[in-house]
């Protein structure tokens, strides 16, 4: 039987985005995305849960020390914490900065820098609100 061990490291940041469709029609816009579309934008205190998996290495009883992870997360929030995601990065230039693609996009930020790591990330989870949130993975890093 394979032994699985996951740890999941929380952190919160700020944000802000808007929703909108250049090739569509004010009306349009407003229709299929109600009040976030205002171009002054809309902000959320988000929380990241990202969850990495490996072995436990037998010397430190960790997958990683959370000293080493940390940092890393931190690293990749900087890009987007406290900016309107639509201006301030390139990141949403030709997507909309929704929760689903902003996890996505978090995702394949922090699995880039983890990769020089004993561990992998195994999923994102990005909560927008207290009651919102959208977990992302890759099927290959699963179980």
């Known amino acids: 039987m394979a032994e699985y061990t996951t ?3 929380k952190i919160e940041f700020s944000s802000s985005h808007r929703y909108w469709r250049k090739e ?3 009306s349009k816009n407003l229709e ?3 009040k976030c579309t205002s171009k002054y934008g809309h902000g959320h205190n988000y929380v990241l849960e990202t969850t ?3 072995p436990v290495d037998s ?3 960790m997958i990683i020390n959370i000293y080493r992870l940390k940092p890393i997360l931190k690293d990749t929030l900087k ?3 406290h900016k309107f995601l639509n201006e301030d990065t390139d990141f949403f230039d030709d997507q909309i900065p929704t929760t689903e693609n902003f996890a996505k996009v978090l995702y394949e930020c922090i699995s880039e820098k983890l990769s020089k790591e004993e561990c992998k990330l195994q999923k ?3 909560y927008e609100t207290k009651d ?3 977990d992302y993975w890759k099927e290959e890093n699963v179980g």
Do not use: N, P, Y
């Open 7 to 9: 740890l999941t490291k």
């Open 24 to 26: 569509w029609t004010e």
């Open 32 to 34: 299929v995305f109600g």
């Open 52 to 54: 990495v998996e490996g």
């Open 59 to 61: 010397d430190t009883g």
């Open 79 to 81: 890009e987007f914490d």
């Open 124 to 126: 994102v989870r990005l």
């Open 132 to 134: 919102l949130f959208v």
